[in-house]
Each structure stands twice: as structure tokens, then as C-alpha cells.
């Protein structure tokens, strides 16, 4: 029996990326050229289940003839342009943005900023103590997770992840304009008394840690959470037929919270919110 291809096999795009040639799949962004050139970029709204909405600009590089920087993670990679990761411009930009992002926005729970900033000698205190923030408390209005918007980057991911990009929800947008834009849902109103169904998929996707399980959130404060310490097990979700793939992430014996694998072709790393939050009974011993 002859097997049939599902899609045509992909073109190669070549192109030049540092001096060096490279060839990756028509359709590729130059993020994943460079990734598969070992070349590490930094990247914050950047998510590889959502569509690029280019907001951060951290990731920039150097197209030889374009007037201006390009966002690596959404620039596909065309024949016979020639591309620079490293240049001073490109460093530059990337010192800026990481610069404004850190004195404004508490980045400790973002992974790989402190080697970034360390990096492209970023120095976040060069704007003065007055320096913009929201300067909000963690709002913990539920059992499930906690929004601590004091850390959010205003990346979009969780809007995207929430609205028509994976769960069609559409719970949370970004309410306001300059200084005062922050994500919300509805009239601002509490999560309780909102759209959200609960599903958690923001979380997976936050890039700072905003947003977080309650777990992780009161772990975090007692100062117990020590991510060297957890495993992590994939297994299938047994609540219903669908079968989604659960990551549990275990502590001390104890789940500390859920995600899931985003290269699984059906979810893509969304889960609902009994996958997401319902372990309890997994771990009543009695
Ligand atoms: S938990 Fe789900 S429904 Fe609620 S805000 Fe997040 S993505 Fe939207
Ligand atoms: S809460 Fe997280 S995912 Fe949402 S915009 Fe802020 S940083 Fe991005
Ligand atoms: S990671 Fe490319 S613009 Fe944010």
C-alpha cells in the first residue's frame, strides 16, 4: 500500500543569518532559524502555541536593508535576506526594552531576565526611583490562581490564550491607555463575577509569573517553592474522555500545580479546568 502524504512536503527558504547560510521550512520565523542555529534570543511574548503579537520587542535582530529592527519571532525568513542577531543596534534595543521593563514591572519571577539584564548590561535603575509601576497588591479572589499584575509585561499572551487564539472565552482584555493599560475582565469587575470558566490557560502561557497557581502563590510566600525539588510526570487526565496529557509537578509528595505539554497536537498545552485544578483527590490519603 502506497501511503499518502497528509500535506505537501515543505519548500526551503535560504537565507544568510550571521555571515552563515541557513535553510529552514517555508513558513519558519527567523526565532526558529535561530533557534536552530543554537543562537539563543531572548523572547517574552513570544509563545509557541500563539500567533506573535509582537509586543515586547526584545527578541529584535538586523535585516540587511529594512529600515528598521525586526521581531525575530514574527519575521518570516524569506530567500536571500541577510540577518544579524548581534549587532550594536540590535543590543541596543534590546538593552532599552529589557531596561523599561525592569523599572517598571517586578520581574523575579521571570525566568532567564537577571541573565538577560546581565547581558546586555541593562540598568533598570537609570530612570530614577519615579519610574512608572502599578504598584498593586496580588489579587487573590479565588482558590484556583492568583493575578499579581505588578509582574505583568503587558505581553497579551493570556488575552490571546483566553480569547479567540485557543479557549474563545474572552474573560480578560487589556482595559485603558498608556499608563493606566492593564489587563481586566469586564468592567474590572471581580474574576468571581466574570466570563473566566476557570480553565487556567492564561496561567500556562504568562511569561513572568502574573499570573500563578494559588499553590504556587502561598508556596512563594512561605518561602517553600523550590522548583530543583519537583518532578514532573506526564500522564493522561482521567476525568473524561478526551484523554488530554497532565503534567503534574510534585513537591514534598504533593502536587504544587498542572500544566501541560504544548507539542500535544489535540490541546496544545490548554487543559479545563478539571485537569487543571482538580488533583485533590489524587493526594487524599485518607
Ligand atoms: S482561566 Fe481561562 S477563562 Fe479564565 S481568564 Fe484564564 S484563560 Fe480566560
Ligand atoms: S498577565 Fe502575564 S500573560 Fe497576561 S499580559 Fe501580563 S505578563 Fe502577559
Ligand atoms: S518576543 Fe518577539 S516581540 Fe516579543
Redesign the pocket.
Known sequence: MTAIPLQPPRRLVEFTLDGEPVRVPEGATVLDACRAAGKDIPTLCEGDTLTPKNACRVCVVEVEGARTLAPACSRRAEPGMAVRTDTERARHSRRLVLELLASSVDLSTTPRVQEWLKEYEAKPGRFGPDAARLNESPKVDND??VRDYDKCILCYK?VD???EQ??N????AVAGRGFDARIA?EHDAP?TD??????????EVCPTGA?SFKSEFDMRAAGTWDEEAQTETTTVCAYCGVGCNLTLHVQDNEIVKVTSPHDNPVTHGNLC?KG?FGYQHVQNRD
Open positions: 484556583l490562581y493570556c490564550a483566553c480569547g485557543w479557549q472565552t474572552f474573560a480578560i475582565v474574576l466574570s466570563a473566566c470558566v476557570y480553565c487556567g490557560n492564561c496561567i499570573l479546568i487543571r
